[in-house]
């Protein structure tokens, strides 16, 4: 079963601009990881934030963290066309046992 | 460093085959972990190794095995394969299972079954 659900589920915007993807789980959590996925290939880790987090930072990358209402957002800012990907996020209740959401479908329009 | 490297990449099986993939963890991590991703969906967890020890197993049948080596690298099996076990196979690692551990993947192992 699936415990986080991404919304939207496919996205889609122009180089540039920017990219907010949102995620939400039921039960509670640990840590929340990101992952970026092109197609066919494996998983990128992108971020990790622990449930006492709120927010961080890697480069055009933000994560925020609402653990009274389970969810969490990706922000992509300024995104390029190489940025184009599927996102997941996956929540660890414990013991690095990930479950995944559904995923978001990003295209950047050169 | 090596990331997390699985083999094969690719294969392609008849029903009721078995299966055996393999994969070998980032340097240094203790913990390896299998997970299955069906076309159009997220990952679904299957198996934990800690230490050569299984600590967490996902909702799959009998039919899906695995073990840990010394080494630290780890095998998946699956025996008398259906069509739906089609998907893509994904390793991950990590450093320890206590405390919140970046986990990281490999690029998988695309499984084809007909």
């Known amino acids: 079963s699936q415990q986080g659900e991404e919304d939207p589920q496919a996205l889609s915007i122009q180089e540039g601009e920017n990219a907010t993807m949102n995620c939400s789980y039921k039960t509670s959590i640990n840590n929340l990881q990101w992952y970026r996925q092109n197609s066919g290939r494996g998983l990128v880790h992108l971020i990790l934030i622990r449930s006492n987090e709120r927010e961080k930072h890697s480069g055009r990358l933000r994560v925020t963290l609402d653990t009274s209402k389970k969810s969490s957002s990706l922000l992509i800012t300024a995104s390029r066309a190489a940025d184009t990907a599927s996102y997941f996020c996956a929540t660890d209740n414990a013991g690095n046992m990930l479950t995944f959401g559904g995923g978001t479908r990003l295209m950047v329009k050169p | 460093d090596a990331g997390v490297t699985q083999s094969p990449t690719h294969l392609i099986k008849t029903r009721g085959q078995h299966v055996t993939l393999r994969c070998s963890p980032i340097s240094g991590h203790k913990s390896v972990s299998w997970y299955q991703q069906v076309l159009g969906q997220g990952p679904q967890f299957i198996f934990q190794y800690y230490e050569k020890e299984e600590r967490g197993r996902g909702n799959f049948p009998d039919r899906f095995s695995a073990r840990q080596f010394p080494n630290y690298s780890s095998e998946l099996n699956v025996n008398a394969l259906l069509l739906g076990d089609s998907a893509l196979y994904l390793c991950?690692?990590?450093?320890?299972?206590?405390?919140?551990?970046?986990?990281?993947f490999g690029e998988g192992s695309w499984l084809t079954v007909v």
């Open positions: 991950a690692s990590s450093l320890e299972v206590f405390g919140g551990n970046t986990i990281y």
